[in-house]
């Protein structure tokens, strides 16, 4: 069965740092672009950075360019973003996916003092 588990989420503080992680099963990643994304109450899914899977190449929107980090573990068949500096706009679900994938659970992340 392909499936994309998250996980990692959690209350942070305003400034602090969170790792997310994603795992599959089912498939290798290591030949697959995969993304991370979020949705906040209220507001529309958005596509925050993905990693292709040929060149390593990796792609950030804008906010939050220079304080997350994506990266993959082919090894582990799992792919982590590494978010620092969050701040409260970064609370939402967060999830990973690869194009056409079916959308999981994904993890909550509350950025709040």
């Known amino acids: 069965q392909v499936q994309l588990v998250e996980s990692g989420g959690g209350l942070v503080q305003p400034g602090g740092s969170l790792r997310l992680s994603c795992a599959a099963s089912?498939?290798?990643?290591?030949?697959?672009?995969i993304g991370w994304y979020r949705q906040a109450p209220g507001k529309e899914r958005e596509g925050l950075s993905c990693?292709?899977?040929?060149?390593?190449?990796?792609y950030y929107t804008n906010s939050v360019k220079g304080r997350f980090t994506i990266s993959r573990d082919n090894a582990k068949n799992t792919v982590y973003l590494q978010m620092n500096s969050l701040k409260p706009e970064d609370t939402a679900v967060y999830y990973c996916?690869?194009?056409?994938?079916?959308w999981g659970q994904g993890t909550q992340v509350t950025v709040s003092s």
């Open positions: 990693t292709s899977g040929t060149d390593d190449k990796t």
């Open positions: 996916n690869v194009a056409g994938g079916a």
């Open positions: 089912g498939f290798t990643l290591d030949s697959y672009a």
